[in-house]
C-alpha cells in the first residue's frame, strides 16, 4: 500500500518506519531529520530494530497514496489538513492526541478514520528514533460501527507487523484515550514526574479525576463510557509506560508548545456546551495555559 505519513516526528517516524518493512511510505517532517533519512535511511532501535528507506519529504503537497497517516502534534493539525487537502487519498487516518479529526473532515474530502496508537517513541537523533514500547493501533470510523477502509487499512498495518485492531466502537475508544491523556499529561508535565507516578504518587487523586470528568463529558456527548472504565484504562496505561515521560512532560521540559487544547481545551469546549463541570480538567488546563503564556508560547 502505498502511505503517506505527515508529521515524522518520534511517533510518525517510528510508525511509518515500521510501515516501510512492507509497503511504499512517505514520511513528511522537517530538517535535519529529513535530509538524514534521505542520506541515510532510517534507523529504528530500543524495543524493535530496523533499518529502512522511506522517502523523506520537507512538504507534503501534492502527493497521492492510498492512505495519508496525520501524525501530527494536534496542534498542526489545520496545516496538515491545509497540505493534504492538494493530494489525492482514499482515506486519511489520524493517529494523533485529542480531538482531532473533526477538524480533518471540515477540510478535506476523503473518508476519515479515528487511530490510536499506544507505542512509545523517542526521538535520538536526526535519522533515528527509539521505540521505547511495543504497543498497538487501533483504527475504526469515525461515528464508529463497520467500515471496509479501515479493514483495510487494519490488514495493512499487520502486514508490516503492526498489531493493529479494526474497532467498531471508535467513539467510546476516542473518549478512552482522551481520559488517559487528561489524567496523564498535565499531571506529569506540572508535577515532572514519570507516567507511572501520575497515578501511584501523591498526584493520583488529581489524574483519575480528570479521567471521571472526561468519562462525564463523553456522556453527555451520548457516548457510553464510565468514570470506572476512564480511571482503569487511565491506571492500564500509566502502569504500561510506568517509566516513560508524557509528550507534554517532554514539551514542558524542552520549553515547546504543549496539547493542551487539544486535550483539556476539547475536553472543556464540550463541558462547557453539555454543562457538565469539569473542575479538574479546568484547573489543570489553567497552570499549563499559564506555563506557555509566561514562556511567550501561546498559539492562542
Ligand atoms: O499519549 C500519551 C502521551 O504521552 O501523549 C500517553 C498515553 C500518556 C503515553 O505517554
Known sequence: ME???YGAGALGSLVGGLLARAHDVTLVGRDPHMRAIREDGLRIDGEVD????PRALT???HRSAALALVTTKAYDTDAAATALATGEYEAVCSLQNGLTEERLVAALDPVVLAGTASYGARFAEPGRVTCTGV??????????GPDPLAGRVGAAFDAAGIETTVAEDMPRRRYEKLAVNAGINGPSAL????????????AGAVAREAAREVARVARAE?????GDTAVAALE?????????????CEDVAAGRRTEVEAIYGAALDRADRADVAAPTCRTIASLIRAWEAD??????
Do not use: F, K, W
Open 3 to 5: 502511505i503517506l505519513v
Open 50 to 53: 530496523a533499518h529502512v528507506r
Open 59 to 61: 512538504d507534503g503537497a
Open 135 to 144: 504497543g498497538e493501533v487501533v483504527v475504526g470510523a469515525l461515528a464508529g
Open 191 to 202: 508535577a515532572r514526574v514519570s507516567n507511572g507516578a501520575t497515578v501511584t504518587g501523591p
Open 222 to 226: 451520548g457516548v457510553d463510557i464510565d
Open 236 to 248: 492500564r496505561v500509566a502502569a504500561d509506560t510506568a517509566p516513560n515521560r508524557s509528550s507534554m
Open 295 to 300: 514562556h511567550g508560547i501561546r498559539g492562542s
